[in-house]
T-cell receptor
Framework: GNSVTQMEGPVTLSEEAFLTINCTYTATGYPSLFWYVQYPGEGLQLLLKATKADDKGSNKGFEATYRKETTSFHLEKGSVQVSDSAVYFCALSVDGGSQGNLIFGKGTKLSVKP | DGGITQSPKYLFRKEGQNVTLSCEQNLNHDAMYWYRQDPGQGLRLIYYSQIVNDFQKGDIAEGYSVSREKKESFPLTVTSAQKNPTAFYLC?????????????FGPGTRLTVL
């Protein structure tokens, strides 16, 4: 079946530190991969996505590369800010079957200290 | 502004009562989704609808019901049969039910059973 595994948190960093949140997946077919961010008390917002192997998604200084050989989609940012404190979810979607349904990882809480 | 609205933001219910959560979108999206979020468990799919007057069960549909009489509306009823209804409920939509398309999320409704 399809599943997403992401590193457990919480992750605590100092401002301007380098961020990596690991995400690996298992999927039948050719999934699209997503990173969503959830700020406290809010819904989820799409951060970035990649729809095929070797694609790199990027937004707001965050990047993730779709690695088919390692079935990974790790999230990175070179210099985090306090405003990046949130919960980050890795997700996949496989076209066909339950079309468009997202399968989420459990989320990684990031806290950035000034 | 286009988007998804959910109401109310906070909802309290006594045991044994049914309650309906509202979800409205003005994005002209075909597909709509309901997720449940519990601490440490990510998001789990309750129901989804790919088109008006049609909907499908997700992974945890027991104790829930939905309707899709209009394209812009997808209300979720939490029935008394749901054993543990206290959770954060998120509604989402996408242009079409495809794995390539991102889902847009509402701000969520936090349901507490007293």
């Amino acid at each position: 079946g399809n599943s997403v595994t992401q590193m457990e948190g919480p992750v605590t960093l100092s401002e301007e530190a380098f961020l990596t949140i690991n995400c690996t997946y298992t999927a039948t077919g050719y999934p699209s991969l997503f990173w969503y961010v959830q700020y406290p008390g809010e819904g989820l917002q799409l951060l970035l996505k990649a729809t095929k192997a070797d694609d790199k998604g990027s937004n707001k200084g965050f990047e993730a590369t779709y690695r088919k050989e390692t079935t990974s989609f790790h999230l990175e940012k070179g210099s985090v800010q306090v405003s990046d404190s949130a919960v980050y979810f890795c997700a996949l979607s496989v076209d066909g079957g339950s079309q468009g349904n997202l399968i989420f990882g459990k989320g990684t809480k990031l806290s950035v200290k000034p | 502004d286009g988007g998804i609205t959910q109401s109310p933001k906070y909802l309290f219910r006594k045991e044994g009562q049914n309650v309906t959560l509202s979800c409205e979108q003005n994005l002209n999206h075909d597909a709509m989704y309901w997720y449940r979020q519990d601490p440490g468990q990510g998001l789990r799919l309750i129901y989804y609808s790919q088109i008006v007057n049609d909907f499908q069960k997700g992974d945890i549909a027991e104790g829930y019901s939905v309707s899709r009489e209009k394209k812009e509306s997808f209300p979720l009823t939490v029935t008394s049969a749901q054993k543990n209804p206290t959770a954060f409920y998120l509604c989402a939509s996408s242009i079409v039910p495809s794995g390539y398309n991102e889902q847009f999320f509402g701000p969520g409704t936090r349901l507490t059973v007293l």
